[in-house]
């Protein structure tokens, strides 16, 4: 058509997908990983649980004091007046008493002590007058069974502590710990391989001819994955030659569960990319209602799921977070997990035409009334990664929004670790 001028409107033709569309297809075809293996307890953090873990003892095991002070009986508490109480003995938390209280007599009890026989009760050492002569003298109004912590309180013996499918977490490891397991099932962790595609990248220590610039992406990629629970197979730089790429799409293939490849899928880029993976696998060649990161590809490698990310720094990062990182969560848990939204006042003007799901990034934080206010952090380019660098979320702008005024309220998705 001559003069046919690139609009916005041209990013709702049918075969583009929006973001949600991309998302929802990506994990309808992610299968979670049914590998199990047994660790000892401190690997088992962050994993996925194989197997129900039922408490083979109580916790605590028996009764045992809340505080430092003295163990009566209930029915020997003092109800008119003060009371003096002889002292028989001392107990401390693991070196229980063998002595039997009888009325008028109390224990010495240290946090954590067993309850005494013949006691149930615990009174607070600071509420105890001390005579002279080592008795105590006790007040009237203490409640029985108080300053107790009864056996089972916490976990009751053989009750289902951590189900199939939850995710260890800092606190289920002193929970395991204090139940004295020591090994636990859980699945596998996801292996993830990616490498880079470009005859312009060089790695790191090579000089740069002209033209040629170093691979951040593998790095980027490397980060993303680190702050994952996942097994990261970095394989370096693949030349734009169709042998070099089938070669090692297939040994990604064989040793991941994800194959993630940044560069080669723009329309227009000496596209060696395509017909490769089209002659490998199932692969769809998609464009996103979405900015940056407008191309992706996505499919089966043999066993493996393939990303085929686009090539430019930030579409790299952005992609990766909005689709790769929900995948392999799935693929570790069988679950999603929406990521956590909020509305912040926008400080800038935001520059967007409606059609695309825009990602810019923004620096979010608490105004002086506590109220979260964010600004865009300048030039949003997709090449431009100072630009995520300095930023803390993603200021999320959907397809209708045609802009934002100083003022506004804008969605933002905070990126991890930034709250
Ligand atoms: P492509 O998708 O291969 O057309 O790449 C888009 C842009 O991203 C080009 O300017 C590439 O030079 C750049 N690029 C591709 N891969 C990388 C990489 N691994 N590191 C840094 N820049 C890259
Ligand atoms: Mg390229």
Redesign the pocket.
Do not use: A, F, M
């Given at each position: 058509m001559p003069n046919k001028q690139t609009t916005c409107a041209d990013d709702w033709e049918p075969s583009v997908l929006s973001v949600a569309e991309a998302r929802n297809k990506i994990l309808e075809n992610i299968q979670p990983i049914t590998g199990i293996e047994k660790l000892a307890l401190r690997s088992c953090l962050q994993r996925f649980l194989a197997e129900d873990i039922f408490s083979p003892i109580a916790v605590p095991s028996h009764a045992n004091s809340a505080m430092d002070g003295y163990a009566i009986a209930a029915a020997d508490l003092p109800t008119q007046e003060a009371r003096r109480y002889e002292v028989i003995d001392t107990c401390f938390a693991g070196a229980p008493s063998d002595k039997v209280c009888k009325p008028g007599q109390v224990i010495r009890i240290m946090t954590g002590g067993l309850i005494p026989h013949g006691t149930d009760t615990v009174i607070m050492q600071e509420q105890v007058k001390l005579n002279d002569d080592g008795s105590v003298l006790i007040k009237p109004g203490h409640k029985a069974g108080q300053n107790v912590r009864q056996a089972g309180e916490d976990i009751p013996l053989n009750s289902k502590v951590l189900g199939k499918g939850h995710q260890v977490n800092m606190a289920d490891l002193g929970i395991l710990a204090s139940l004295g397991i020591g090994e636990l099932q859980v699945y596998r962790r996801p292996r993830v391989a990616f490498f880079?595609?470009?005859d312009?990248?060089r790695s790191i220590g090579e000089p740069l001819a002209e033209g040629e610039?170093?691979?951040?992406?593998?790095y980027t990629l490397y980060a993303m994955l680190k702050q994952l629970d996942v097994e990261i197979l970095d394989m370096g730089v693949v030349e734009d030659k169709p042998d070099a790429m089938k070669t090692a799409f297939l040994e990604a293939a064989k040793m991941a569960d994800i194959v993630i490849t940044?560069?080669?899928?723009?329309v227009g880029?000496a596209d060696y990319i395509k017909p490769t993976l089209e002659a490998l696998g199932d692969i769809d060649f998609w464009k996103i209602r979405m900015k940056p990161g407008r191309p992706l590809t996505f499919g089966k490698l043999h066993d493996a799921r393939f990303f085929g990310l686009?090539?430019?720094?930030v579409a790299v990062m952005v992609t990766f977070l909005q689709f790769v990182q929900p995948a392999i969560y799935r693929l570790a848990s069988g679950k999603s997990k929406a990521s956590i939204k909020l509305k912040a006042k926008s400080q800038s003007k935001l520059y967007k035409r409606p059609g695309r799901y825009e990602f810019q990034r923004g620096i979010f934080q608490q105004d002086e009334n506590g109220d979260l206010v964010v600004k865009r952090t300048g030039m949003q380019g997709s090449?431009i990664l100072t630009s995520m660098s300095i930023a803390n979320c993603f200021i999320l702008l959907d397809e209708k929004c045609a802009g934002i005024e100083k003022g506004d309220m804008v969605e933002i998705q905070p990126f991890t670790g930034s709250i």
């Open positions: 880079s595609t470009g312009e990248l610039i170093y691979d951040s992406n593998r940044s560069g080669g899928v723009s880029e686009p090539g430019n720094p090449g």
